[in-house]
């Protein structure tokens, strides 16, 4: 059920007046569930739970919090289809999608379980004494990852489940040991509440401390501004717009003692179409690219919305055949009508630069928030020219730049913002004739793929989900993957520890079994 309150804690709490809604974008109304907006006691109350509940949960065995992780899995499934059903109504998003994504964020929840029973993750590295050592003896030194301590989640408005309440910026951050105030996405509150109701069931299960894991409810950006300045908060995370990750960026820097937001943000995602790949197999680029231009209305963070080739014919055909996929494909329904509103806004900001010319567009009717596809065309000294043309337009849109020459293309490439990903389409000998546009295209992002999609992010340990900035703000960590828990983390030296007050990662007898740099080599075995 549904309440509107929030979790503050283990417990339900609405102690405000102000309330909202979410929406149902296809049927164009609000749904009938109203939210309470956090008051600054419960922010406050949430935080100091979660102060105290960090003391206990810190110290909890890798084995525990993997339980815990479990049990949070086990409780979404056990939500059954009344989460689906809340989930369609308030994102717009079909069914398949809605169970598709279900059963990511629940891998991804026992992906960091296992990374936790295995428990090499903490980076343990010995270096043991040497008391002979001339001219002065060496002390014993030993380092390991441990918690930063509170961390405040923002759901995404593009992933209800697999980037939200429990999603991998929460499950990595619980794995680390942090307790997690999640600022709930205000377009899909319900979706949030569910979930958060199930982690609290597993919290309660698995004997987690009160305070491990609130939920706030907000439709504005007061709530979360708040947290980013609770000095209990020693971490964020962020899915969405470059507007408000680098305003939450900016605003963790201002406090009296700063603290890391790793804010995952806008990007294009270039796409290098190579003629040798288009003379080959052009046809089944272009379908293959009207299909992940269009795929969620165009709503993921891989969209590929900048395409770049090299004038010529094959070029030509690649733009022809790609404009008549585009516009065979039925428009989908967007998120919210603000998101909505936002695409067509941007859409037509850019359409109406006089460079840029339209290559295929769906002009009919559509029910309302219903995002139509568009493709612009525009030659790559005009596309350098004007920074308008670089902007991410969130939805299925997308630039087709076309360079002179090789020369044309790696300028192009290189005045790229950071972005997420960066793909080339050619055949394996164009990749060595083409090399400084690989490079050029390493330098700008985070995942290089040849013969792709960008759409699509594996949830595995070798998952790069970030890119420099304004892809995200960090671009040495990924909030995609196992890998996503080191965000929350930081090294501690014990210089000369007892033995038996070290933590078990860094005992001489290695108890948990884990793999360990000792005296500068990789090994399970005891000291
Ligand atoms: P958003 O506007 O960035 O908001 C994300 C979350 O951050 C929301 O909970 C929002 O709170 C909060 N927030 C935003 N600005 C803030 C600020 N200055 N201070 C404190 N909190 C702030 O993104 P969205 O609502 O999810 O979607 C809007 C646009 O973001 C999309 O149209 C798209 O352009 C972009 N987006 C990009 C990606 C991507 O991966 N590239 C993904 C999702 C969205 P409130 O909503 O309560 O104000």
Redesign the pocket.
Known sequence: MITGKNYVGNELSAKGGITYSTFDPKLNIPTEWNFHEATDEEINTAAEKAKSAFKAYRNTSGIQKADFLIAIAEEIENLGDVLIRVYIQESGLPEGRAKGERGRTMGQLRAFADLLKEGSWVDATIDTAQPERQPLPKTDIRKMLVPKGPIVV?G???FPLAFSTAGGDTASALAAGCPVIV?S??MHAGTGELVASAIIRAVERTGMPDGVFSNLN????EV??KLVMHPNVKGVG????I???T??YQLANERKEPIPVFA????INPVVALPGALGENGGLWAKSYAGSITLGAGQF?TNPGLLLGIKGNELDAFASILGKEIEKIEPGCMLHPN?YS?YEKGKEELSSQSETQIVASIDTEAPPNYGKQRILMVDGSDFMANPKLHQ?V?GPFSILVQCEDINELEKVIDQLEGQLTGTILGNEEELQSYGPIAEALRNRVGRLIFNGVPTGVEVCPSMQHGGPFPASTDSRFTSVGTSAILRWVRPVSYQNWPQQALPDALKDDNPLDIMRLVNGRHTTSKI
């Open positions: 923002f995404s408005s593009n600022k996405h205000p907000s439709s504005g950006i979360g501004q962020f899915t969405g717009s507007r408000g990750g305003a939450l995952e943000m806008g990007s963070c998101i936002g991410e969130f």
